[in-house]
Nanobody, 117 residues
Framework: QVQLVESGGGLVQAGGSLRLSCVASGSIFSIYSMGWYRQAPGKQRELVAHISSGGSIRYADSVKGRFTISRDNAKNTVYLQMSSLKLEDTNVYYC???????????WGQGTQVTVSS
């Protein structure tokens, strides 16, 4: 069992930056693949960025070159550095952890990111 708590969301002007954090507890963080997803009202949750336990990274095309995912296993934390934010980045952002084997997936409660013009 893993508990995930996101923080760092808020209101930012277009072109600005935010850093989201997700702290995990309850299990061995380093073995989990971690991801950031986002979901707008009425839409499906979509992958933003993913980092494996081994450090392999992938991004959604819409955020490549603007967002950076990283993890600090010593702090049980995964980060999402968001830069050059656009209006369409406005969403609730969720942290996700997946155990090796893929059978168990855990979600945080979400943090709101609002980008204003």
């Amino acid at each position: 069992q893993v508990q995930l708590v996101e923080s760092g969301g808020g209101l930012v002007q277009a072109g600005g930056s935010l850093r989201l954090s997700c702290v995990a507890s309850g299990s061995i963080f380093s073995i989990y693949s971690m991801g950031w997803y986002r979901q707008a009202p009425g839409k499906q949750r979509e992958l933003v960025a993913h980092i494996s336990s081994g450090g392999s990274i992938r991004y959604a095309d819409s955020v490549k070159g603007r967002f950076t995912i990283s993890r600090d296993n010593a702090k049980n934390t995964v980060y999402l550095q968001m830069s050059s934010l656009k209006l369409e980045d406005t969403n609730v952002y969720y942290c996700n952890a997946v155990r090796p084997g893929g059978l168990y997936s855990y979600w945080g409660q979400g943090t709101q990111v609002t980008v204003s013009s």
